[in-house]
Structures are given as C-alpha cells and as structure tokens.
C-alpha cells in the first residue's frame, strides 16, 4: 500500500522505464491509420474537435481540464496517456464518441482501435469563467504554450538529434505521458512522459503553471543508446518568412510574416546578445560557444499590430520562449538553425543547446530549465536592448555595392543620458566584411538611439559575422547586436 498522500508514479519510475527501454533494440511504431484519416488535408484534420462537455475533471469543476487530440493527417503514431491518482494508474481511454468530425464525413464507428494523438491543458487565464487552451503536446516531441493574452506561435520540444546535419535529423517522440489529478483549486499540473527515438530514450518531467507569463518547469533524464552527433537540449522552434530587416519576395500587404524575429541569448559572463533572424538562401548554422549559459530563447520583440496587419494571424501575439537553465550546464555552444522556407507554413527555426560533453551509451543524462511563454514581461538586458534591425542594398554605389543596417536600440540606460550625450558605436566585423561607415545618433522619433552601418561584403560567395553595441564615456550601454549576411547567391 502507498503511504498516506502519495502517488503510483514519479520522475524515478518514468526513468527506470526509459532505462529499461533503451537496454532494448528501437522498435519504430507502426501507423496502422484507416485511409479516411490517413488522407486528411490540414484544414480537414484541424475540424476534428474533442468535444468541451467530455473535457477530463470537468465533473469536478476543477480549474484545469484535458481534452485530446485525435490521430489522424500526419499525427499517425498513438500515443498512450494515463491518469495518476492516490489510487493507482489509470489509462485513459480512446473513444471515438469524444470527438466531433464536423465535415469531415467520417463514420466514428470506424475508428475502433485508433487513438490520441496527444492533449491539450485548459485554465482560466483571461477570464474566470471560460478554461482556456494553455498548453498542447502533438506530433514527435512537440509542445506548444501560452500565457494570458497570448496566441499559439512558436513550439518547444522534448529533444532535438542531428538538426542541421546533412546525415538528416531525426525526431525523437513522447509515445506515453502520465498525468497527476489535481486537486479542484490546484494552479499547477504534474505530466510526466516517456521519449523514444532510434538513438535515445527519456524521462520527462513538465510542471506547469498557467499565468499572464505561463511557465514550465521541466526535469529530464536521457538514456543515449547509441552515440548521438549532435544532441540539442531545450530545443525551440519557430517560423520567420519575412520581416523588417528582409523583405518578402513577393507583394504581400503585410509587412512582415514571423513567430519570433530574434535570438536572445544571456552568456554566463552576463553578456546580453541579440540576433535577428532571416530566412536564408540556404541552410544557414551558426553558434554562440559559451560556459553556463544564463538563458537564451526566440523571441518575438516586436509588438505592434500595424507591423504586421494581419487580423487572422495575429502575430503580434504570438508568444516569446525563454529558456532558463536550473544549475550549472557547463560548456557547450547555442546553436540556431535556420532554413529557406518560401512561406510561413513551415517552421523554419530551431535553437538548441549542444553540451560539449559527450553522452555516453546506456549512461543517464541528466539536465533541468525553466521555459518561459511571454509577451509582456520579456527577458531582456537592463540597460537597452535592439528594438529593430533594417536593411538595405545599395547597388548605385559603386565599386563597392555595399549593404546599409539600421540597428534602433532602446531602454532605461538610454532614457537617462543628457540631451547633448555622444555615443560610440563599438564595432567589429569579420574578414570577409568592411565596415565602410558607421554612424550613431539619437533617434527624435522614437527617444532611443540609432546605429546605422555601410558594410561591403567583399566576397558574395562567403557570409559576413557583424558585432556592434553602444557605449558611453567607457560604459557599455547596451546588449551585443549580432548579425550575419548571407552569402548572396
């Protein structure tokens, strides 16, 4: 008999099945789905809606409710999800009566032996009343979170392996979850969850809290079965199609298309960097090594509805993810990874951090962060951080065929300098590139500042590494914008 309050699972028995797993060959699961839900389109797969009345604990009145996702279009893997009470586990039950199939035409009576997919988490966040969708876990490894005022945008996942590798990336999935009853008045949910992949298995701990900022705290153990080229640790993936620094390629009547429009990154050292993102030619790796990062996260700074117009999407809403470290990570690099997408429906995104450790096979590795889903109270650096990035081609001067930035910086630290204040632009940049003039001055429209640099990039065929931040009498006022220029063809 369990002791007085406690339950039939914990963090120690998901990882002693993530143990056990991974001392067994991977089995790839099956997709055993009926053509009808096989051949689903996007649109088709999105009216299959779990119906609100079914909603787990709702007879209870408590503050959070389950509801799930239907297998189905890409979704083809079930996946297994349990309830933890003082009484023991439960799994819960696939039934197909639990979901309305809107147009789809689909006969419910033909879906005996399917399953979930995976589940969404409801909570009051913007009104007492109504218990809003806060968290969903769908496909591979996948969530996605909100917090109050806030629209899906960006995803995390469980693990990243082998992104970016010409040998092809492989994604890891949650194929059972374990989800702990609260209480009717409890403000936060315990879900625990198995991973499984070729090269790696997993114990996953999410503890979350829905709020203006919805956080989740996440405790893993990972199971390496074989060596792993690359393993990407509190992976973020988002979407940039166009934006203020890259226009679209094609008249579009919003001025930009984006879940996040940067990376920010807090080093160890303290040092705040700000990285724009772009959609390449090419696939574009890049990285930032660094000792116990402080955080780093994609970011969606910019927050005005007229820089994006659109009523549908809404991407001024869309959630930033900061992604914060519990103890000591040790050395290693954030990497991000972006890829040529010709428009916003794919995520094209992905930052990660990579331990310079190797992980060995069959030995546990173990690490713990806090992610973050924000809008209004950000991470940023306290003193002025990058508000926007602009660029420009400058074909007519010749020779050098140089490309102008605009880099608006804004803060606190900004906001207290004296009307006459002359500012230094620190600058570097690397040896493909020419910093051809460099000029700083207060921007009167906005009370911040501007930097506004003429760069050659002298072979188009090679990238161009830029480094800048602001100082004032010896005294850095600033986060490190940095940013990269594509090779040209």
Same mark, same amino acid.
């Given at each position: 008999m369990l002791p007085f309050g406690a339950l039939a699972f914990d963090f120690n028995e998901a990882a002693r099945l993530a143990r056990d797993l991974a001392s067994t060959p991977y089995k790839k699961p099956e997709n055993r789905l009926p053509k009808e839900l096989r051949e689903l389109s996007y649109d088709q797969y999105r009216q299959i809606r779990f119906?609100?009345?079914?909603?787990?604990w709702r007879p209870a009145k408590a503050l959070f409710e389950l509801t799930f996702h239907h297998q189905g279009q890409q979704f083809g893997e079930p996946v297994k999800i349990n309830e933890i009470t003082a009484d023991g586990i439960a799994e819960i039950r696939f039934n197909p009566d639990d979901f309305n199939f809107s147009q789809t035409r689909i006969d419910p009576r033909k879906l005996q032996g399917t399953g979930f997919a995976g589940f969404r988490v409801h909570y009051p966040i913007n009104a007492a009343n109504t218990r809003d969708e806060v968290i969903s876990f769908l496909g591979a490894s996948y969530f996605r979170g909100v917090g109050k005022g806030q629209v899906y945008g960006l995803a995390a996942r469980g693990?990243?392996?082998?992104?970016?590798l010409?040998?092809?990336?492989?994604?890891?999935?949650?194929?059972?979850?374990?989800?702990?009853r609260p209480s009717p008045a409890a403000k936060e949910l315990v879900v625990y969850a198995l991973l499984d992949s070729r090269s790696v298995t997993g114990a996953y701990r999410?503890?979350?809290?829905?709020?203006?900022?919805?956080?989740?705290?996440?405790?893993v153990r990972l199971y390496p079965r074989e060596h792993v080229a690359k393993l990407g640790l509190a992976p973020l993936t988002s979407m940039y199609s166009f934006g203020e620094n890259q226009r679209s390629a094609t008249e579009d009547i919003r001025p930009e298309v984006h879940n996040s429009d940067g990376l920010s990154v807090q080093s160890g050292?303290?040092? #705040?960097?700000?990285?724009?993102?772009?959609?390449?030619?090419?696939?574009?790796v890049t990285s930032f090594a660094m000792t116990n990062p402080q955080g780093f996260g994609l970011m969606q700074r910019d927050r005005a509805f007229s820089s994006y117009e659109d009523l549908d999407q809404r991407y001024e809403l869309r959630p930033s993810a900061w992604v914060e470290p519990r103890g000591r990570w040790g050395s290693g690099r954030i990497e991000l990874v972006q890829i040529p997408t010709p428009d916003e429906t794919n995520d094209n995104i992905v930052a990660f951090w990579v331990p310079d450790d190797a992980q060995r096979p069959k030995q546990p590795y173990d690490f713990e962060y806090r992610l973050t889903w924000q809008r209004t109270n950000e991470a940023r650096p306290p003193l002025s951080w990058v508000t926007q990035t602009r660029r420009s081609q400058n074909p007519a001067r010749k020779p050098e065929n140089s490309i102008t930035l605009a880099i608006d910086f804004a803060g606190p630290a900004l906001d207290r300098l004296p009307a006459d204040a002359q500012l230094q632009a620190v600058t570097s940049v690397d040896d493909n590139g020419e910093i051809l003039e460099n000029i700083t001055r207060r921007n009167t429209a906005t009370g911040g500042w501007r930097m506004t640099l003429r760069v050659r990039q002298i072979d188009p065929r090679k990238p161009v590494e830029l480094r800048a931040f602001l100082r004032h009498d010896n005294n850095t006022?600033?986060?490190? #914008?940095?940013?990269?220029?594509?090779?040209a063809a």
């Open positions: 119906k609100p009345e079914r909603a787990l693990l990243a392996v082998d992104t970016g010409m040998s092809g990336e492989e994604f890891p999935r949650f194929t059972e979850f374990w989800i702990e999410f503890i979350l809290r829905p709020g203006t900022d919805s956080i989740t705290d996440v405790k050292t303290g040092e #705040w960097i700000w990285r724009p993102l772009v959609n390449p030619r090419r696939l574009l006022l600033s986060e490190t #914008w940095s940013y990269i220029i594509p090779t």
